[in-house]
């Protein structure tokens, strides 16, 4: 199969204008055409979206059962051809002129081609890899870098978790490209309407498969710390454990201080932020805050 520079995983799902703005920007920021193609997936019940092209830069479009988030980005990494893998959503844009070349620039750096890199997105910049790049090479070895079981997010916590793990290891593959510009045009900061395909998805859904994958996540860091070490590459093991979070405000604490604030893999400051961070979305999706408010 020939292959080429970089693959842009794109499950859309009502929001051919949208996905007409981002295909608009990519055109007027890319470098080199031939560098790029979009992987588009729309549901079979989404007739608008199906024939969304550029005559630019080539698009593939997957046609299918509506899936899990996981699933979306799974079943377009199966089609791309790209040496290099970028998740992106239907409600963002390339703001920086030549992109392309930036990208290329920084997998060069990396020869053994294991990091996980990402851009400013305006919204979440450092803090979070909201679309993240990996080398062709890094999802081979981590076999399933969008776990299906993900329903519609979480996904770039979950690898910035495992390359947080490589961090504390002693080696540093998380490349933050601040003026790398893919802006996410959000509803929550004013950005964009709230439509149904936001609404669709709930907002806690992903927590407990978040949690329950820490095991996961600990293999997959295990696997990529191996290579780097130049030891024999750690067998993988699917993982599906989803179990939900306790109920109860102490079972539930106690979950996640095993899972976070006990895993000895991961830098203090971020194990603390995912306690913190959980339990507040826990209180959160049991409406404690409006009650404490009303």
């Known amino acids: 199969m020939t292959s080429l520079s970089i693959s842009l995983l794109l499950p859309t799902r009502g929001r051919p204008a949208l996905v007409e703005r981002l295909f608009n920007s990519i055109s007027s920021t890319v470098s080199c055409f031939e560098n790029i193609e979009v992987i588009l997936y729309a549901d079979e019940d989404d007739p608008a979206s199906h024939g969304l092209t550029s005559i630019d830069f080539n698009v593939t479009t997957i046609i299918g059962p509506a899936m899990s988030m996981g699933s979306y980005n799974s079943a377009c990494l199966d089609k791309a ?19 392309d070349e930036k990208i290329l620039q920084m ?26 790049i990996l080398s062709r090479r890094t999802c081979e070895l981590l076999v399933e870098p969008y776990p299906i079981t993900y329903g519609g997010a979480f996904i770039d916590v979950h690898l910035f978790d495992i390359f947080k793990r490589l ?20 509803y929550r900061v004013g950005k964009a309407n709230c439509d ?26 295990g696997r990529l710390l ?10 993988f093991e699917s993982r599906t454990d989803c179990r939900d979070i306790p109920n109860g405000l102490i079972s539930a604490i106690s979950y996640f201080t095993r899972q976070f604030l006990l895993d000895k893999q ?29």
């Open 107 to 132: 997998d060069a750096e990396y020869v053994d081609k294991i990091y996980l890199a990402y851009g400013n997105d305006l919204l979440k910049k450092r803090s979070l890899c909201t679309f993240p």
């Open 226 to 235: 191996s290579v780097l070490r130049g030891e024999p590459l750690l067998p």
């Open 266 to 294: 991961l830098p203090l400051r971020w194990r603390a932020y995912l306690w913190y961070w959980l339990i507040g979305r826990y209180f959160a999706a049991r409406g404690f805050f409006k009650r404490l408010m009303s």
């Open 196 to 221: 149904d395909t936001y609404t669709r998805r709930g907002r806690f859904a992903d927590d407990s498969t978040f949690v329950a994958l820490a095991d996961s996540r600990r293999q997959a860091a």
């Open 167 to 186: 961090q504390y290891a002693g080696f540093d593959r998380i490349q933050y490209m601040e003026e790398l510009i893919f802006e996410h045009l959000h």
């Open 81 to 99: 051809r790209g040496q290099i893998i970028i998740l992106v959503n239907d409600d963002m844009v390339m703001r920086t002129p030549n992109w």
